[in-house]
C-alpha cells in the first residue's frame, strides 16, 4: 500500500470516482489516501495527479481495534 495526496480538490473527487469499486482505498481528513501500488499506476493513466508521500506504516494499513468498556463487577 502506498500513500499520497492529491495536488487539488478537484483531482480528489476524479480520482474517488475511478478509484471506487475498482481499488480498495483509505482517504483521511488530511488529504493523504492509502491504496495498492497498481491504483497508481491506473491514476497516472487516467492523467490525475498526485503526490506519493512513500509506503504506508503498520498503523495506517491495520485497522483500529477499541476494548469495549469493561462489564461491571456485580
Keep these: 500500500m502506498i500513500r499520497f495526496r492529491f495536488n487539488d ?22 488529504g493523504e489516501m492509502l491504496v495498492p501500488e497498481a491504483a497508481l499506476a491506473f ?4 492523467n490525475i495527479p498526485f503526490q506519493v508521500e512513500g509506503p504506508a506504516t503498520y498503523e495506517q494499513i491495520t485497522p483500529a481495534f477499541r476494548d469495549p468498556a469493561p462489564a461491571p463487577v456485580q
Design 9 to 30: 480538490l478537484d483531482a480528489k473527487k476524479r480520482a474517488f470516482g475511478r478509484l471506487a469499486g475498482r481499488f480498495a482505498f483509505k482517504s483521511w481528513a488530511t
Design 43 to 46: 491514476l497516472a493513466t487516467e
